[in-house]
RNA sequence: GGCGGCGUACCCAAGUGGCUAAGGGAGAGGUCUGCAAAACCUUUAUGCAGCGGUUCAAAUCCGCUCGCCGCCUCCA
């Protein structure tokens, strides 16, 4: 298995700290407003990367944190009028909501800045003990000069970004690249007791905390969006390694962004849209599919356009999947020789490895979501040439089966066809009962009985024009709604 | 300005040295059908931003040019 790793910025084997387990740790929100699409994104991402390595048999530790305390936080307590403690448990709760609603497991420990204060404190203090950190006026800062390795992630030096003069002057500093561990409170500001006056930890420092307590001053993978590199894991880097001595993790994995006209979804840019507003037009399944229809390292333009699409394709998964149901409760038993028996046999028994070698390749969802539509595309065509007999209900058995257990790595595909009706027929606002829809066909029965065929297919339209689409077979009409 | 990334068909998107450049959508033609739909088949990039170079061999490596984006400030 290869993953791409941004400290190296290079595809590396990878290879656990111990055998057959894997920790990794992510950076969760800051529990201050509703998430938007690009959260939904991350989570996603590591959703899967978690899923996959569990799938492959490697048992995973996997923690992702709150940011509970924050300068966000305390604001948005302000504007809204409530206590600080009050937005962090408010958002938290909506972004359990969310991604529920996306199918993103709970991870195995989500711990909570607040919950480890003491951890905090003690870092800070073995950091300033060891002379990588100074208190200045009841404040404490990571003094970036003493740790040579600084700018090893995100690949700068730090003349360059001095000479960049975008970072903010503060005359509590000695060296303007220095940043916060611990900051003193303000009159009225959430607070905690520590052995430099009453405050709180600055943003960086808690996932160094949480994450080597939960999972050890050197762990496999740490991930988060790419927006995160600088400045935020490079100070994780830089506190932990002066802290523990030892390497603070082996693989840095790093999500791309959402873009909206080319440009970085953002909350400052105010070009985004929330998870809610996004679920209020798509299914869950959709938004899951569209975003790892991309590589989850490269941008994704955000657009209506390609979440019709993923519809589309989702609607042609279940529309196979009714096929393969139809076909097994036929169930013939006389065999009668399919001649494309054979060739079914061989891609069926090609498409695990192909998905796995696809996973395999840093999680290249979008190429196993290529290999998922080819075998869809073999069952179909098989089923074409009228197959029967107990080999062929076992070869689409088994497709069945892979399709299913490559679906549950992505938690998607795991609704029946009937389910998948009920999804669109909700999303698309289809303002027809079910009653209503089966009449329209007996009524179009009788006209195609005495072959009106004008009286039938106007019938026809009208439900098409209300995303009914009709298919009449051997057995009778059944109906579907129009996906995209 | 510094650092990093991207540019593959009408659209989206895999592919980072070597078999016919995945897959989805859209279009065209066909099989099936009363007609459709679904499904399948055929078709749509002798070419991967442009120009050079390395190599027996390049979308894939190197250089330059053009265009777009990201990070350098909170940010998934």
């Known amino acids: 298995m290869k993953v791409y790793n941004t400290l190296t910025g290079e595809k590396e084997d990878f290879i656990p700290l111990a055998e057959g387990r894997v920790n990794m740790y992510v950076c969760g929100v800051t529990v201050y407003d509703h998430c938007h699409i690009g959260h939904a994104r991350s989570a996603i991402v590591f959703d899967i990367i978690q899923r996959y390595l569990k799938y492959k048999g490697l048992d995973v530790k996997f923690v992702r944190n709150f940011t509970d305390i ?17 937005v962090a448990r408010k958002y938290t709760e909506e972004f359990y909501r969310d991604m529920d609603r996306l199918g993103v497991a709970r991870a195995d420990i989500e711990p909570k800045a607040t919950e480890h204060i003491g951890e905090i404190i003690g870092i800070v203090k073995g950091l300033i003990d060891k002379g990588y950190a100074y208190e200045s006026e009841g404040s404490v800062y990571f003094s970036v000069n003493k740790f040579a390795e600084y700018g090893k992630l995100s690949k700068r030096d730090k003349e360059d970004m001095i000479a960049g003069a975008r970072v ?13 561990l611990w900051k003193a409170s303000k009159e009225g500001e959430p607070s905690w007791e520590s052995p430099w006056g009453t405050g709180r930890p600055g943003w960086h420092i ?28 490079e100070n994780e880097i830089a506190q932990s390694e002066a802290f523990t001595g030892r390497p603070f993790v082996k693989y840095w994995v790093h999500n791309g962004f959402i873009t909206i006209d080319k ?16 679920l209020n037009k798509y299914d869950p399944e959709v938004v899951r599919y569209f975003l ?5 390292r490269s941008p994704i333009e955000f657009s209506d356009e390609q ?29 009668k020789p399919a001649a494309a028996e054979k060739a079914f046999e061989v891609f069926v028994n090609l498409f695990k490895d192909k998905f796995h070698t696809a ?17 869809i595309r073999e069952v179909n065509r098989f089923l074409d040439a009228n197959p029967s ?10 497709a069945k089966e892979l399709l299913s257990e490559a679906g549950k790595v992505f938690n998607i595909f795991n609704r029946t066809p009937e389910e998948w009706q009920a999804v669109l027929m909700k999303t698309k606002e289809i303002h027809l009962t079910e009653k209503d829809i089966l009449d329209k066909i007996s009524q179009r029965e009788e006209a195609r009985k005495r072959k009106d065929w004008a009286a039938a297919d106007a019938i026809r339209k009208e439900l098409d024009e209300k995303g009914v689409i009709l298919e009449d077979k051997k057995e009778g009409t059944v109906w579907k709604i129009k996906a995209g």
């Open 70 to 86: 924050d300068d966000k936080i305390i604001n948005r307590a302000k504007k809204e009028g409530i206590p600080w403690n009050e």
């Open 168 to 180: 903010d002057i503060d005359e509590r500093k000695r060296d303007p690249m220095d940043f916060a």
């Open 206 to 233: 808690e996932c160094s905390a949480m994450s080597i307590k939960h999972l050890g001053e050197t762990f496999d993978i740490h991930g988060g969006g790419a927006d995160l590199i600088f400045p935020h894991h």
């Open 263 to 278: 440009e970085k979804m953002s909350k400052s840019l105010g070009n985004f849209f929330t998870i809610k507003e996004v």
């Open 292 to 296: 790892l229809a991309t590589h989850y």
């Open 307 to 335: 979440l019709k699409e993923a519809e589309v394709s989702i609607d042609r998964y279940y529309t196979t999947l009714a096929r393969i149901a139809d076909f097994l409760s036929r169930a013939e038993t006389a065999a």
């Open 359 to 375: 996973m395999d390749d840093d999680f290249n969802t979008a190429l196993a979501l290529g290999n998922i539509f080819e075998l």
């Open 389 to 398: 007999g107990q080999q062929a209900n076992e070869l689409v058995s088994r």
